[in-house]
């Protein structure tokens, strides 16, 4: 049998360690051959393919990035590399010239969406859920997110300081697409005073009142977490806009940090690595069982697999009973 593996989307913490576990699985469980596909579904169609071996399978468990490369290719809608053809057709030819038997497709929700139609037109499909957003229904978590909570919790600690020293407002924005889940666990890993995500929304007089009484109670500084998804002008990044809101609500002179993809970078943390190793060797258990058009998940601490067809177009949102929210609110944190 002749697996492909392709990583697409935004990369993330953890996609290399999948990798070695879906290879590794494939070929000394398995006795499989696999076929790195480059730069997600744009290598499917350009036909960039390399013969993964054991060797090519060393150092990966700690190494951020990815080593087949990623994009943002999207084979159901026009543009990208290769006009002028019927993309979802051109993969199908190309997947059968290669003689892959079943597609391992490692990525976020665009990714799980893509996979989920190729499977309908009848192509063998695994995927595994990837993304530091963990917004992707069906799976408790995502490999990527734990990396991606640790350093922005790292980012809040360190403003602690410097915000306690000069008397400040401190917002940090986090990243998260349109779901609140690095805000809300970042947030409350690192003491945030105010927590903003976009399932919640806000009301600034109230965030002004908070930092208010905080300052009556003698604390005489506030850190402030948002999601880079939440409401804002239109015009202005999340931070900088709640920035200035806080400061014309409150008179505190405020500051503004944009994380950005230092939350995506670098090496995986313990967690993410066991996460991802779980979730590659199920992937090709399920390439093996002949069980496709299915994603791995974990749900309750177990390993297990839903149908791609319940997982495209869905997102999974933070509702208002986590009790990270509930047990945040009756601390007095202030979710907007
Ligand atoms: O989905 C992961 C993510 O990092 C989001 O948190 C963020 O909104 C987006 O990707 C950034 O996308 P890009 O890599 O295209 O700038």
Known sequence: MRIGILTAGGDCPGINATIRGVCKTAIHHYGMEVTGIHSGFQGLLTKEVEEVTDESLSGLLSMGGTILGTSREKPFKRGGVVTDVDKPTLIARNVEELGLDCLVCIGGNGTQKTAAR????GLNIVSVPKTIDNDIWGTDYCFGFDSAVSIATDAIDRLHSTASAHKRVMVIEVMGHKAGWIALHAGMAG??????????????????????????????????????????????????????????????????????YIQRGGAPTPYDRNLATRMGGHATELVARGETGRMVALRGGEMTSVPLSEVAGRLKAVTEDNDLVVQGRRMGICFG
């Open 191 to 260: 003491g945030g005073d105010v927590i903003l995500i976009p399932e919640i929304g806000y009301d600034i007089h109230r965030i002004g009142d908070t930092i208010l009484q905080r300052l009556k109670r003698g604390k005489p500084y506030s850190i402030v977490v948002v999601a880079e998804g939440i409401r804002t002008d239109g015009r202005k990044r999340a931070a900088e806009y709640i920035a200035q809101e806080i400061e014309y609500e409150t008179g505190i002179e405020t500051r503004e940090t944009v994380l950005g």
């Open 118 to 121: 190729l499977a309908e037109m």
